[in-house]
């Protein structure tokens, strides 16, 4: 087969794509991937084929003239629509009719500078199969101009998809003279603009591949998943000599993520009253802190190695427990091993993300809000110490370990496409 990747110059989403491309590429397929220019060197250094498209475009330039306090205000849990699927109650016409609304604003001006190389690319290239993430919905209307499968590759939680199905459930509920679907017309513009008619399964693909195990995800009934084993890839990285040993003490890894820092200001914890809660533990703790806010550190405990990255896989099974962000790629890389989690969730669909782990018995959380340093510390001494923690985060280990690897996943994906393609390449 011929496979496209699409994906908008998001760094961390990329890095959940890279091992399926990866997969392809090894089972003998063609892969190519597609982003704006200066994303290039971001998928070569993968090893992948890149194919720019369109300009080179910032996706979160806007942030420079934004007041700092709209930022700080847009970065806590999800904004609507995909907010419904947290508080399904908030699943009004009205709040998602004007929910759609602004995300579609949104949305297009991140698609736009790549949909017409994109779909120029498609009809000389003729892919049999088109992978894109839930943000490029230049994937899905290139696939569409030249019939080829497609599909979303999911980076977290389902928000997008669950949003969907509560939007369509509300507007049947509505007279057709009453309805509007921000979506299906800015989509149908693309659709009718190059050949085609627009279906739903532009906004959601013809089949959704799946990185997370059940127990971690809320989708909608309504679509076609296919679930994988997350893989972590997180770019070039290095073991560091003490890394090579296992730890004397029991090992405890703190980190808030890349996001907080690279395109926001700072963590949204109080990393010195973090450290400092957990300075006289028996334990070794390995925080990743980035250099800008180390900067802000008055002190650094005796039982604290700082560093500002380490590759969490190699990390991960060396912890007696690891507190994270709740950052998907995170937590699924710390639950293929049977270590108990600390959420400190704030961002995004990392609230359900939290909560399901906890849920789940393999872990504990805490909204930023309420993660004061004691929190933290009788969170931690728990997870150390009530082995039922570390029991049920084996169980979650077993699940993720179930699912098939990206490897063992592409023959269904070939099945899937010649189901979905509309015409032989």
């Known amino acids: 087969m011929r496979v496209l990747f699409a994906t908008n110059p998001h760094k961390s989403i990329f890095q959940y794509m ?125 696939a569409t101009a030249v019939g080829a499968a497609h599909a979303r590759l999911l980076f977290g939680v389902d928000v997008f998809g669950v949003a969907r199905g509560h939007f369509l459930r509300r507007r049947a509920e509505r007279p057709a003279e009453r309805c509007t679907d921000p979506m299906a017309d800015w989509l149908g513009g693309y659709a009718r603009k190059y050949g085609g008619e627009f279906s739903e399964a532009m906004v959601s693909g013809h089949f959704t591949v799946d990185q997370f195990p059940r127990s971690l995800q809320v989708g909608a009934p309504e679509l076609d998943y296919v679930r994988t084993q997350f893989i972590p890839y997180g770019g070039p990285a290095t073991v560091p000599k003490w890394l090579w040993q296992q730890p004397e003490k029991p090992r405890v890894a703190l980190t808030m993520g890349l996001t907080a820092t690279d395109v926001y200001d700072s963590y949204t914890v109080n990393t010195q009253e973090v450290l400092d809660s957990l300075a006289d533990l028996d334990i070794e703790l390995v925080a990743t802190i980035a250099d800008a806010e180390k900067a802000r550190l008055r002190r650094v405990p005796d039982n604290a190695r700082l560093v500002p990255y380490v590759p969490i896989h190699h990390l991960a099974p060396t912890c007696s427990a690891f507190i994270h962000h709740a950052g998907a790629a995170t937590l699924a890389t710390v639950a293929r091993h049977p270590v108990p989690h600390l959420s400190l969730h704030y961002h995004w669909d990392q609230p359900i993300l939290a909560r399901k782990l906890t849920a789940h018995g393999a872990g504990l959380d805490l909204h930023t809000s309420r993660a004061t340093g004691q929190a933290v510390r009788t969170a931690v001494q728990r997870l150390l110490t009530e082995p039922q923690f570390t029991a049920r985060a084996a169980a979650l280990r077993d699940e993720t370990l179930a699912l098939p690897t990206p490897n063992q996943l592409v023959p269904r994906l070939e099945e899937l496409t010649a189901r979905h393609r509309a015409t032989p390449a």
């Open 18 to 142: 890279a091992p399926l491309a990866w997969a392809l590429r090894t089972a003998g397929h063609e892969v190519r991937f597609a982003s704006q220019p200066a994303f290039t060197p971001t998928i070569t250094q993968a090893g992948l084929t890149a194919v720019p498209v369109g300009r080179r475009q910032n996706p979160f330039r806007m942030l420079d003239f934004v007041d700092p306090e709209v930022i700080a205000a847009s970065r806590v849990g999800l904004p609507a629509p995909w907010d419904v699927t947290q508080d399904p109650e908030r699943a009004t016409w009205d709040h998602l009719r004007d929910g759609y609304e602004l995300a579609v604003g949104s949305l297009r001006e991140d698609n736009f500078p790549m949909i017409a190389d994109l779909v120029e690319f498609a009809r000389q290239w003729r892919p049999d199969l088109v992978l894109w993430e839930p943000f490029a919905y230049a994937g899905a209307i290139a």
